[in-house]
């Protein structure tokens, strides 16, 4: 209230007071103490502080906008007196002294209901500093507990009328023109006249009382009492805020000790902008009144001018339900190239529009939100022709209760493909033949648009078109075949070729040249065989090279034996075991000439023989092993992180192994890098790409090391601390960053890496702004890639506790999908996440309820997700755990997963539609650590782990366990045994088609010494 209402008008019936008892004029109040603050940080979800002597401040939800430190303390300065009233408390600095709160805060101030002397109520008083009035709140009584509303901080304090009889000084009745003998109340009355009960939360604030969303009638009563005797006239005021210019606005004058005013207004939401938020806008009814009026003052035996107001509040919340967006311009259709991005636009007109963009597959009738698709306009990424066809339209809405909100027409986008000029990926071979007989050639020429094919015979005096033109085909790769008439030794050296045309120009085919002869020539072998030699488990591959007449003919035989569907240049033979050892191998080759033998070869299939661990790093205080990769040659590449010294930062090391001499060839060094090393893989042209973690700053961090020995951070990646990013780096050198962002609140951003660069701007993944942790992401070199999380469900309304589930979306090459809920129950920690080239995928994660933890997975094939599958459960105690899980799926969808369930290790596979049952791997002995995983190309599989077996004796062996491409697992077998009481861990594994593997793991040789990196080689 603007005390300007109150004219000052001085009627001092004593000249002076005795400076003793001045003191009293000010409340009867002691000389404060020094301010001992209380305080606390309240934000936007509110909140409560506990002050001096038990008085609490109840902040609502909403109150403030921001987080906010509110303090309380004992303090009186800078107040004003506090005439005709008798303090029951001392009065209490709130700060920050000011505000207008959405909703009114509500302050409880103990009294001492002892102390009372009168009959009238206590009440709670407010001032502002420097002020020259005091406040009487409406103000509920508890025994000894005082509670009012407050709309802003200030100074408060309990008071009551209370004056001594005793003293006979001229002037009106004390006790009549005692602030606390007055009330001012207001009530809203419903349509029959009735009053409608104020609403209060549990804590006490005050709550709207009634929610407006459409133009509708109110009806308010006021009342003011005062006690007889009282003769003044005072001033009311009733009034809404929100500057609202007419209507229930009232100002009065009145001078009867009783009065009460009824008065009505419609409440239009339209008439406050903040009606339109989505909590609406609140609409505060108040009403003061005021007076001037000379206290007498016992201390002083005198009369003093003093101001007072009173004031009550009614609220109601108005809520514009809003109106419907206008779409003024629609998304228009695009035409792009392959590998182009199409842009799409809307204009529309409304309240603080909102946007959602949404695609609808090619053939599809359904839209699905793009995630982090929520401007106005929309770039795509780059285009495939598997995009052709897929519609785009925005979901506009506007503010308002109600979100109105209309979609957009529906732009189609065409893709076509980036024109190419044709090239051969098959070329013809020169042939021999009889004479009588005809020669056929074939070749594959691909372009955009697919061209088409025609064959020529070269002449001397030119070239002539011979045979049928091929057309185009649609797929983009045309097969054009062509067989001549029947040749003579006459057409002998001729020469044939092709030509490919489209659009974009032409090529030609390399030449094949026809040998005639007049008798068949037998075949000759010109490139003979060579003996093969491989791990169990491995492939075996031979080849031969054949000239002669055609056609030509090839059977391979085994131990003599022909082979069954053995008949072309190439042999394979997969899944050796030692049952294959010593086998014998040969081809006959077949002519209309006669018939030619390869020379014999042999087999040999052994179990892999490991070298002696050696040593790889240089000796640290610490090393951790973190990505062993091998190549399909078998070279294999292994990071570290390793630190010199006791509190230096961890630096980041490798070395690489050259299968051909046997020999680890320590990386060039980093530089000052430090930190750990997250995930890594082949960056496609003989280097590496690493996401890495920095160990003092947690800050994430990519680094490329090129073919060329040089390290270098990629620009463009926005990064995060923390633990919660992950990586994927595909053998092609592409990558896939995820991260959660926690700011905003919980938000899941995802960013390829292309081309020795990072592709535009983040994306978001995630729609619900919920509790994120542990993402996980896998790709292929195909451009496909799979991200996982876990996210939480809130409580809902009966109060149950919040649940986790595990979440996904999939990229296409173009767009992330929208998420999908694809399991989970109470508290899942996912473990693994792996996608093959096929773009089949599989998650696994732990999940613990009903005091039991279970291993579950789900596989993504064909576009979806199916059931999560438990693969095993355990009860929930410290000798039965399960952790560790390892998973990873080859090229056929074959899917191998590892754990460990206390001190033994479990494998189930999934083949042929179904996952086969659970198989224990290890024969329990000692302390196991976790078992690592390796999934070779054809389906073999490896784990390798170390056993602490003897607890006196302080043995440590490192064990292995290799499964064939059929899913036969071997028993454990031990690679090397340490009876010096090492400590070994963190073994690594990486397996080859051939059955090879190489494995690295860290080991102190003894408590408390240096650790080092060792590895073996094992062919």
Not at 519 to 535: C, F, I, K, R, Y
Request: hydrophobic share 35%.
């Amino acid at each position: 209230m603007n005390s300007a209402w109150y004219p000052r008008s001085w009627k001092w019936l004593v000249a002076s007071c005795l400076s003793a008892l001045l003191l009293a004029c000010g409340g009867g109040d002691d000389a404060p103490p020094p301010p001992t603050p209380w305080q606390a940080t309240i934000g936007v979800a509110g909140g409560e502080v506990t002050g001096p002597d038990g008085v609490k401040i109840i902040v609502p939800e909403g109150a403030f906008t921001q987080d906010t430190t509110v303090r309380v303390a004992r303090n009186s300065s800078d107040t004003p007196e506090v005439g005709g009233l008798r303090l029951l408390t001392p009065i209490y600095q709130v700060t920050p002294h000011g505000g207008d709160f959405e909703s009114p805060a509500r302050i409880l101030i103990p009294f001492n209901a002892a102390d009372r002397h009168s009959d009238t109520a206590p009440v709670i008083i407010r001032t502002q500093p420097g002020a020259d009035h005091w406040e009487v709140l409406q103000t509920d009584v508890d025994g000894g507990l005082a509670a009012a509303d407050s709309f802003g901080f200030s100074y408060y304090a309990v008071g009551e009328c209370y004056v001594a009889r005793d003293y006979t000084v001229g002037g009106g009745d004390p006790i009549a023109s005692c602030p606390s003998g007055h009330t001012l109340r207001l009530q809203m009355r419903d349509a029959g006249g009735n009053p409608v009960a104020i609403l209060r939360s549990n804590f006490g604030t005050l709550q709207p009382m009634l929610t407006i969303t459409e133009p509708t009638p109110v009806v308010v009563q006021l009342d003011w009492l005062r006690p007889p005797g009282t003769s003044r006239t005072d001033r009311i005021e009733l009034g809404v805020t929100s500057k609202k210019p007419a209507g229930l606005v009232k100002d009065l004058q009145v001078n009867h000790n009783t009065f009460s005013l009824v008065a009505g207004d419609i409440i239009d939401p339209s008439d406050y902008t903040g009606a339109l938020a989505p909590g609406g806008q609140r609409v505060n009814i108040s009403a003061y009144a005021s007076y001037e009026f000379d206290a007498f003052y016992p201390a002083c035996l005198c009369f003093r001018p003093t101001s007072w107001i009173y004031s009550t509040h009614l609220l109601l919340k108005a809520v514009s339900p809003g109106t419907a967006p206008i779409i003024n311009q629609q998304p228009a259709n695009q035409s792009v190239l392959q590998g182009e991005s199409a842009s799409f636009s809307v204009m529309a007109s409304g309240a603080r529009l909102s946007y959602q963009w949404q695609r609808s597959a090619p053939g599809a009738s359904t839209f699905a939100d793009l995630p982090g698709a929520t401007s106005s306009s929309l770039v795509t990424g780059a285009a495939t022709t598997a995009d052709s066809g897929a519609r785009y339209r925005v979901h506009v809405c506007a503010a308002g209760a109600s979100r109105p909100c209309v979609d957009s027409d529906a732009a189609t986008l065409t893709v076509s493909k980036t024109q190419v000029m044709p090239g051969f990926t098959l070329q013809p071979a020169s042939i021999s033949i009889v004479t009588g007989q005809t020669a056929s050639f074939s070749v594959r020429a691909s372009g955009e648009p697919a061209p088409t094919v025609q064959w020529y015979r070269a002449g001397a005096s030119g070239d002539v078109a011979v045979g049928s033109t091929c057309p185009a085909d649609p797929s983009g790769t045309t097969e054009c075949h062509y067989t001549t008439p029947v040749l003579d030794e006459s057409d002998s050296g001729s020469e044939f070729y092709a030509r490919a045309e489209n659009t974009m120009g032409h090529a030609q085919s390399v030449r094949a040249k026809v040998t005639v002869t007049s008798e068949a020539v037998a075949p000759t072998l010109d490139v003979n065989l060579s003996n093969q030699s491989v791990g169990s488990g491995g492939s075996a591959t031979f080849t031969v090279e054949v000239s002669g007449t055609a056609p030509i003919s090839y059977q391979w035989y085994r131990d003599g034996q022909p082979i069954p569907g053995a008949n072309g240049a190439t042999l394979t033979l997969d899944n050796l075991s030692s049952a294959d050892d010593g086998a014998t191998i040969y081809v006959v080759v077949t002519n209309a000439g006669g018939s030619a033998t390869s020379n014999t070869v042999t087999l040999s299939v052994h179990a892999p023989v490991c070298s002696a661990p050696v040593q790889i790093n240089d000796t640290a205080y610490a090393a951790v092993p973190a990505t062993l990769l091998m190549d399909s040659t078998g070279n294999a590449t292994a990071l570290w992180s390793q630190n010199l010294a006791i509190g230096s930062p961890m630096q980041l090391r490798g070395s690489r192994y050259n299968v051909g001499n046997g020999t680890w060839n320590p990386l060039p060094a980093m530089g000052a890098r430090s930190g750990t090393v997250s995930s890594a893989g082949p960056d496609g042209a003989g280097g590496l790409l690493m996401l890495v973690q920095d160990d003092s700053t947690y800050f994430y961090r990519v680094l490329h090391y090129g073919a060329d020995g040089s390290w270098s951070e990629p620009a463009g990646w926005a990064g995060s601390t923390g633990s919660k990013v992950a990586a994927s780096v595909a053998v092609n050198g592409t990558a896939v960053t995820v991260w959660v962002d926690s700011t905003d609140p919980d938000s899941l951003y995802a960013q390829r890496y292309e081309e020795g660069a990072w592709s535009g701007d983040p994306v978001r993944l995630n729609t619900a702004a919920t509790l994120i942790s542990h993402p996980l992401v896998a790709q292929n070199s195909s451009g496909k890639a799979v991200a996982a999380w876990i996210q939480r469900t809130n409580g809902d309304e009966h109060g149950h506790s919040p649940h986790y589930h595990v979440w996904s979306s999939q990229y296409d090459g173009s767009a992330w999908s929208t998420p999908q809920n694809i399991g989970g129950v109470e508290i899942p920690t996912l473990t693994q996440l792996a996608m093959n080239e096929a773009g089949q995928a599989v998650v696994t994660w732990s999940d613990s309820h009903d005091d039991s933890d279970f291993h579950m997975a789900a596989r993504y094939v064909n576009g979806s997700w199916g059931a999560a599958v438990a693969l095993d459960q355990s009860a929930d105690d410290a000798n039965d755990f399960m952790n560790s899980h390892q998973t990873d799926i080859d090229p056929n969808g074959a899917i191998v997963s590892v754990w460990r369930r206390g001190q033994t290790i479990h494998a189930r596979r999934y083949a042929a539609g179904a996952w086969g049952p659970a198989i224990m791997l290890n024969q329990p002995a000692g302390i196991v650590d976790e078992p690592r995983l390796s999934l070779a190309p054809n389906g073999s599989a490896l784990i390798a782990w170390s056993t602490l077996e003897d607890l006196s004796t302080g043995d440590t062996i490192i064990h292995v366990n290799r499964m064939a491409p059929d899913g036969t697992w071997s028993g454990q077998e031990q690679v090397t045994r340490y009876t010096d009481g090492s400590q070994v861990a963190d073994a690594l594994a990486a397996l080859h088609t051939t059955g090879a593997f190489t494995l690295i793991w860290s080991r102190s040789p003894s408590q408390g010494s240096q650790e080092r990196v060792e590895a073996v080689d094992c062919h």
